[in-house]
């Protein structure tokens, strides 16, 4: 089946630095990306959608500046954590959505945690 | 390698009882998830086991077998709104999840 991959897995980092985390779809090709974020054993989410070649539409609440998305290919969307704090400490998910036909299926990848020092 | 089964898609009749399965092959464990999603909206935890047995919780209940790699959601009294895809997740040993593709679950009534 479709595999999403994200890279890093765990990203331990000083307070005030950034951090980029890959979003790929490994063996097709998704016109549209989702970022979530996650607390423990609470439902995923939404912080953005990203759509290949254009500006990321992101969720009330989430700060634009603060969480870049860039999405330069139909396999990659990249999640920027610019000057990362404590309180950014969490665990990201991205999905992939494709589309065969009328049908769309969204794909989850393994998630990221990032822990900010 | 890591794997998590779960049927492709299920029907069932409004009030009544339907349980999804999902079975899984993973290297460690940490526990198991799941998840509904409505089309196009983010999915919504449901419950999380990491102990054999089952959790109930109002109309929907969740059962695990670690030894057996087996977990089922059991949904009751099902309503119309129902209707949704359900995730299976695994936690593994580097606490990352592996994905179940989802069970589209059409209640009709």
């Known amino acids: 089946g479709a595999v999403v991959s994200q890279h890093p897995s765990w990203v331990i980092c000083k307070s005030g630095t950034s951090v980029k985390i890959e979003c790929r779809s490994l063996?097709?090709?998704?016109?549209?990306m989702f970022w979530y974020r996650q607390f423990p054993k609470q439902s995923l989410m939404l912080m953005a959608t990203?759509?290949?070649?254009?500006?990321?539409?992101?969720e009330q609440g989430v700060e634009k500046d603060k969480f870049l998305i860039n999405h330069a290919s139909l396999t990659l969307s990249t999640l920027t954590v610019t000057s990362a704090h404590p309180e950014d400490s969490s665990f990201y998910i991205c999905?992939?959505?494709?589309?065969?036909?009328?049908?769309?299926?969204?794909?989850f990848g393994p998630g990221t945690r990032l822990l900010v020092l | 390698g890591q794997n998590i089964d779960q049927p492709t898609e299920m029907t069932a009749t409004e009030g009544a009882i339907v349980q999804i399965n999902c079975t899984y092959q993973?290297?460690?464990?940490?526990?198991l998830f799941w998840y509904q999603q409505h089309a196009g909206e983010a999915p919504t935890f449901l419950s999380y086991?990491?102990l054999d047995g089952l959790e109930e919780k109002g109309r929907f209940s969740s059962f695990l077998s670690r030894s057996k790699g087996y977990s089922y959601l059991l949904l009751k009294e099902l309503q119309m709104k129902d209707s949704a895809s359900y995730l299976c997740?695994?936690?593994?040993?580097?606490?990352?999840?592996?994905w179940g593709a989802g069970t589209k679950l059409i209640i009709k009534p």
């Open positions: 999905s992939a959505k494709t589309t065969s036909g009328t049908s769309e299926t969204q794909y």
């Open positions: 997740a695994v936690m593994d040993s580097n606490y990352q999840l592996i």
């Open positions: 993973t290297s460690g464990f940490n526990g």
């Open positions: 063996d097709f090709q998704a016109t549209t």
């Open positions: 990203s759509n290949e070649g254009s500006k990321a539409t992101y």
């Open positions: 086991n990491v």
